[in-house]
Structure formats: C-alpha cells, structure tokens
C-alpha cells in the first residue's frame, strides 16, 4: 500500500513541485538542486527515489532465480544514485564534484534501466504464459527508453523535462510491473 501511495501520487506530485517554475527544456533537476533554496528539496527527491527503488527492486528480484548480476547492478545503481544526491552540483566552485555528480547521476540511470530490462526479459522466458503477460511491459520499457532519447535529442540536454518523464513514467511502469508479476507468479509470493 505505501509504495502504490509513493509510485502514483508521492513522486509525481513531489517531482512537478520541484520542478514548478522552471524552463524545463533549459535546466535540469542538478542545477535546480543547486539552488540554495532548492538543494534540501533535491536532496529529499533522491532519498525518495532512492527508497522506493530499492524496494521494488527487491520484490522484483525475489522473482528471479540466480539474480546475482540483477542484484549487483541494483546495488550500484543505488549507489550511484546516493552518490550523485550527496554530491553537489557546484561547476563554478567544485569542478570536480560537478563531474561526479553528473557521472553518478547519469550512471543511476541506466543502470536501474538496465537492471529493469534484464528482469522483465528474464521473467519473459520463464514459461510461455509469462512472455504474454509481460509482453506489453517489454514494449513500455522501449517506448520509455525511446521517449527519454527524444527529449534529449529535443533539448540537447540532459533536461528537466527528461529526468521529469523518466521519473514518472519509469516509477508508474515498475509499480504496474510489479503487480502484474504478483498475478502471473502467484506462488513467488
């Protein structure tokens, strides 16, 4: 029940709040949250990020037999994740940090696509009925994968309007995902 509450309104709602007022093609969510007045706000998004991938993260893998490699990119993701929050994105004053910060955050990313594509084409080849009832899950995740490289090919950025519907989208997709999974391996539970 608290990770249905998180996925469809704590996140959204929290994430276009932070975002409010900004040029969403120009700017991105690291140079919002280095705003002064905006760096608690991106820090709480990413420990809320962080928290509810975790969780989903592991209740997905519970699915998977020999999940080593899943459960390692999961870890490094949330590592990166954490990394990236904790860093601040200072180009001016911190060069470096700024470099970290962005590799961090960039690297978050992909490795939790990553380790989402891994999963539900894993879970795809368990049986027959399984790949049907996943199938337009391996077609969301695409079409989320597609959507993020138009926005960034539209702005030629990482932009806010990028991470806005990667976090949205992908945070909607794997809660759908994880109760379609309860109903196609009933006795995983």
């Not at 280095?34 to 997905?60: H, I, K, N, Q, T």
Request: glycine content about 6%; aromatic content about 14%.
């Amino acid at each position: 029940m608290i990770s249905v509450f998180t996925a469809y309104l704590l996140i959204p709602l929290y994430t276009l709040l932070f975002v409010y007022g900004t040029d969403w093609f120009s700017t991105n969510l690291s140079v919002i949250g280095s705003w002064p007045e905006m760096r608690d706000g991106f820090v709480f998004l990413g420990l809320l990020l962080l928290a509810y991938y975790c969780g989903a993260l592991r209740r997905l893998l519970r699915y998977l037999p020999r999940r080593r490699l899943e459960t390692g990119m999961a870890g490094m993701a949330a590592f990166c994740l954490f990394l990236a929050v904790a860093t601040p994105y200072l180009p001016k004053t911190v060069p470096l940090q700024a470099r970290l910060h962005v590799v961090s955050a960039f690297a978050s990313a992909v490795l939790l696509l990553a380790v989402l594509y891994r999963v539900v084409w894993r879970l795809s080849d368990r049986s027959e009925a399984a790949g049907r009832g996943l199938r337009l899950y391996r077609i969301g995740l695409i079409l989320v994968t597609a959507g993020c490289a138009l926005l960034f090919w539209l702005a030629g950025i990482i932009s806010s309007a990028l991470e806005v519907f990667f976090i949205l989208s992908l945070t909607v997709w794997t809660q759908k995902l994880s109760g379609r999974i309860r109903c196609i391996f009933p006795e995983s539970d």
